[in-house]
């Protein structure tokens, strides 16, 4: 096991590396029906950029990547002082669903931002998707006390 790396029944939870762009990628599209290449090259170059306690993490069970999170930690969001994580994208490969993997995922998240001593993680999720939403719940998300507003451009 490599350092930083930590495993819970089974799934080995380490940090995402660049070279697991290609497989985020594929990860993505297979659970999405399409290909954000450029959105996750960006993405991971950020996160991988960063100093500090790392928030992009990737899960393994029998050396498959079966998972990946993207998170960043803001220091002051929407004039609010304290620190902040955002949940970008929360990925499980399909056939590693019920495995423990995310909850895997979030128990290394939550590790890593309380060493940052950030108190606070936020995601949103589609109104439409209930296995997600009842997954969130179960690892304890509650409906913020924010609306998310959008206004569209065209």
């Known amino acids: 096991m490599r350092r930083n790396e930590v ?10 590396r660049p070279e697991d762009l290609g497989q985020v990628i594929a ?12 959105y996750f090259r ?3 170059e950020q996160n991988l950029a960063e100093t500090g306690v790392k928030v992009s993490l990737a899960a393994e069970e029998e050396d498959c990547f079966v ?17 902040v994580a955002v949940l970008d994208t929360l990925d499980v490969h399909p ?7 995310g909850t895997a995922l979030l128990a290394q998240l939550r590790t890593n931002l309380r060493g940052l001593g950030v108190t606070e993680l936020r995601t949103e999720v589609h109104w439409d998707n209930p296995a ?21 451009l065209k």
């Open 7 to 16: 495993t819970t029944t089974e799934v080995v939870i380490r940090n995402l």
């Open 132 to 152: 997600l939403i009842r997954f969130f719940h179960g690892q304890g998300f509650r409906p913020a006390e924010r609306f998310c507003l959008d206004l569209d």
């Open 67 to 83: 998972g990946f999170l993207l998170a960043r930690v803001y220091y002051g969001e929407f004039g609010e002082p304290e620190p």
């Open 27 to 38: 990860l993505d599209a297979k659970n999405t029906g399409q290909r954000r290449d450029e």
């Open 42 to 44: 960006v993405k991971l």
């Open 95 to 101: 056939d590693f669903r019920q495995h423990g993997v």
